[in-house]
């Protein structure tokens, strides 16, 4: 679309330049503003990739923990330690209920 000047001799144009001029500073400050946010939510994308990997590797080692674990039950169950179980699982009912109980 093309801007036509108001007046005769053309001296519309000098304002239309000065307002394409204005919107031009608008344009350049917006797109700085643009700028700053996608630099910050690079920023953030990086930082959680880098808490996600960590993560990632602390259940890594957690399950092999508690494979380790769920294997040397296997071995004392399996030893005839029927009642070792149970007082395994009374045990654990006992560490909750303090639990509960300190948390409330």
């Known amino acids: 679309m093309a801007y036509r000047s108001r007046t005769p001799n053309g001296g519309g144009s000098a ?8 919107l031009l500073e608008g344009l350049k400050d917006k797109i700085g503003t643009l700028k700053r946010v996608t630099i910050n939510i690079g920023d953030d994308v990086r930082s959680q990739n880098k ?6 590797t602390d259940f890594d080692a957690s399950q092999g923990l508690l494979g380790a674990t769920m294997k040397k039950l296997g071995i004392v169950s ?3 330690g029927g009642n070792v179980l149970c007082y395994l699982v009374l045990f ?13």
């Open 15 to 22: 304002y239309l330049e000065q307002e394409n001029d204005q």
């Open 51 to 56: 808490l996600l990997d960590q993560m990632g």
């Open 78 to 80: 399996r030893a005839g």
């Open 92 to 104: 654990a009912f006992f560490v909750f209920l303090c639990i509960y109980f300190m948390v409330r």
